[in-house]
């Protein structure tokens, strides 16, 4: 898929928690063994998906250099909101001055539903209905205590500013979706923790979609994977990425500098895009990216940049995911668990 009129990213940001804790330790307590994964990024005690998201909205805000009222439409992804009913975007744009004209959208998508979120921003402004929109993923991914998911459940947001190609730090080239209905991870109404379907999370879940998406992508653009510098998948272990890098016909130098989930966990909605966020930290004019997110029963976005001589001089206005991961305060599982809110009195 591809829009009527070039559009692109004008402005991205990061956010990542300042305290950690080491797997070894989640290990210690439940007496299993530890995961690939060294650590996992921890929300404090007043953070939030919705405080996440502003966060990395600000470091997009300044990277795009234009004023928040310019902002037509603010769409969040998230599995994990504050609130039950109360929206985040409308509280995220209240916050950085974007009301009150505007389109505010919560969606709830699985892991997909950050880059789904800027799918529909895409869509918005190069149809022309929008100058500029925010696309933003961010999750404080919840684990069950002691179950697979409490290794790699953490917490950080990303947020990308879409607008017009000659303003973009990174230009749109093409969107491709693979969707079916595979719930092989899921939450019913008044549960406090998700559950996942083991066997069927890499096939046909993982690995399908994304497979299917990138070659969906890659064939109505005329690409190839040895026509990108960079390449960014779901991560949701440090193993599946490389294996579906393997499936598709990419290398690992490809994937290696967007691969975050050993240092921060996987962030889920925000798993991708931040991600995207690392690779944009550190690519050159003129190199192509492909990003392929998944979501369990919501599927697979497939999206292609390039990035244009706008991204160096932009880049050093907010941020970097490497000063984020750079501050760390490790915590026990004792604090880890009072900050989660796992202790029930």
């Known amino acids: 898929m591809k829009t009527s009129q070039r559009v692109g990213i004008v402005g991205y940001g990061a956010y990542v928690p300042i305290y950690r804790i080491k797997n ?7 007496g299993k063994s530890t995961w690939p994964i060294k650590e996992k990024s921890v929300p404090g005690l007043d953070e939030d998906s919705l405080t996440m998201a502003y966060e990395a909205s600000y470091n997009a805000l300044k990277r795009a250099q234009i004023s928040p009222e310019e902002i037509g439409a603010v769409y969040v992804g998230s599995e994990s909101p504050p609130y039950a009913v109360k929206p985040s975007a409308t509280v995220i744009a209240e916050a950085l001055g974007i009301t009150p004209q ?5 969606m709830e998508f699985a892991c997909r539903a950050g880059t789904t979120a800027l799918q ?4 918005l402004v190069g149809s022309g209905m929008i100058k500029y929109g925010l696309a933003v993923g961010t999750d404080t991914a919840q684990g069950r205590p002691g179950d697979a998911l409490e290794f790699t459940a953490a917490a950080g947001a990303a947020a990308f500013i879409v607008g017009k190609g000659e303003e973009a730090l990174a230009e749109i080239e093409a969107t491709y979706s693979y969707v079916t209905d595979t719930p092989d991870f899921w939450r019913r ?6 559950r996942h379907g083991g066997r069927f999370t890499g096939d046909p879940a993982y690995f399908k979609h994304i497979v299917e998406a990138a070659r969906g992508l890659m064939s109505e653009a005329g690409l190839a994977p040895q ?3 960079y390449v960014v998948f779901h991560q949701p272990n440090l193993k599946f990425p490389f ?3 393997k499936k598709l016909g990419f290398g690992k130098e490809q994937v290696t500098a967007g691969l975050l989930s050993g240092i921060i966990g996987n962030t889920y909605a925000a798993s991708s895009m931040i991600g995207l ?4 930290d550190k690519a050159k004019a003129g190199e192509r990216i492909l990003v392929v997110s998944f979501g369990s029963g919501a599927g697979s976005d497939a999206i292609s940049l390039v990035t244009t001589e706008l991204l160096e001089q932009k880049r050093s206005l907010a941020p970097l995911i490497e000063n984020y991961i750079d501050r760390r305060i490790y915590v026990d599982y004792a604090t880890y668990a009072k900050f989660r809110g796992k202790i029930m009195r």
């Not at 109404?189 to 998700?194: C, I, L, N, S, V």
């Not at 966020?277 to 944009?280: E, I, T």
Request: proline share 3%; charged share 25%; hydrophobic share 55%.
């Open 102 to 106: 505007l389109i505010a959208i919560d």
């Open 120 to 123: 529909s921003v895409i869509g």
């Open 189 to 194: 109404e008044g549960q406090k923790y998700p």
């Open 227 to 229: 026509d990108f510098n």
């Open 243 to 245: 294996r579906v890098a």
């Open 277 to 280: 966020a690392a690779v944009l």
């Open 24 to 30: 070894e330790e989640i290990a210690r307590v439940w």
